[in-house]
């Protein structure tokens, strides 16, 4: 069976799907046709159901809950790996502030509305343009993710403040950034196949870091190796072979936060 498979050409991902997309394990005869796109395309592709299988925002996800199913492995969950809002070290931020975001239903996004309600001027962005858009003056500040973090103060911006940070001191838990979601519709025979190829593929590369290498780099062409490994190791963790208690906790609150309901998100 031949499923379309949407996640994003970043580290993190390409590691976790590198065995399953190149049949380093055994796909159980499910073959994948793989779509990249940045994670707000792939949040409103989810919306409109064009994917058997994607990464997504939890954010976005609390808006298609009844189409998609959430599958334990290949979270991006952590601690100190939340979304930061950057400025330059001049800038005095207002409730008028320009700020540009990554994307309206991107969970950086639904953090700073939690964080600082009164923001509410925002310019959706890709998110590898962010940087630029505030050293250029083009936005007051911005809502940096992904290898953004680990390349904003070279650039000689500053923190406002770790989003991520400020979740886990309200909440004691680790943020829920993205996870893996597949249609409902699929058989329950596919969707347990697809659940344990996904987690045997995130296993194989815990046990493996090296041989996903060249597709990571293929898809990560401009970043130093430095930032890559950097990338991979903060949101590539135990969280994402499984959910665990603490791990499932912290998306109800996410859901709870967002007015949501918990209840038949998570496929077992």
Same mark, same amino acid.
């Given at each position: 069976?031949?499923? &379309? =498979? ?11 799907? /590198? ?18 796109? /940045? ?14 299988? *994607?990464?997504?925002?939890? @954010? ?6 009844? @189409? ?8 991006? =969950?952590?601690? @100190? ?13 207002? %409730? ?9 239903? *991107?969970?950086?996004? %639904? ?7 009164? !923001? ?22 911005? =809502?940096?993710?992904?290898? $953004? #973090?680990? &390349? ?16 886990? &001191?309200? *909440? ?23 659940? #344990? ?10 046990? @493996?870091? !090296? $041989? ?6 293929? +898809? ?10 950097? +990338?991979?190791? =903060? ?34």
């Amino acid at each position: 069976m031949k499923l &379309t =498979l949407g996640f994003s050409p970043c580290p993190n991902d390409t590691f976790i799907f /590198d065995a399953l997309v190149h049949h380093k394990i055994d796909t159980e005869g499910l073959d994948f046709e793989v779509v990249f796109a /940045d994670v707000e395309q792939l949040n409103k592709w989810a919306f409109q159901g064009k994917l058997d299988i *994607t990464k997504l925002s939890y @954010n976005a996800f609390t808006h298609c809950v009844n @189409n998609y199913v959430l599958l334990d492995s290949g979270s991006a =969950l952590g601690n @100190n790996c939340g979304p930061l809002l950057i400025k330059k070290p001049n800038t005095i931020l207002t %409730m008028d502030s320009k700020i540009a975001i990554p994307g309206k239903y *991107t969970t950086a996004n %639904m953090l700073l509305n939690i964080a600082f309600p009164k !923001y509410q001027n925002k310019v959706e962005t890709l998110f590898s343009e962010i940087e630029n858009q505030v050293l250029e003056g083009i936005v007051d500040a911005g =809502l940096i993710i992904h290898e $953004s #973090r680990f &390349t904003y103060k070279d650039k000689g911006l500053d923190k406002v403040m770790d989003l991520g940070e400020f979740w886990e &001191t309200e *909440t004691g838990l680790p943020i829920p950034l993205g996870g893996i979601v597949m249609k409902r519709e699929l058989p329950f025979s596919e969707q347990e196949k697809i659940e #344990r190829v996904l987690r045997k593929s995130v296993e194989y590369a815990f046990a @493996n870091p !090296y $041989s996903s290498a060249d597709f990571v780099k293929c +898809h990560a062409q401009e970043m130093e190796k430095k930032v890559v490994d950097a +990338h991979i190791a =903060l949101y590539v963790n135990d969280y994402s072979i499984s959910l665990g208690e603490k791990g499932r906790k912290a998306v109800k609150l996410l859901f709870k936060k967002s007015g949501h309901s918990f209840d038949n998100i998570l496929f077992s």
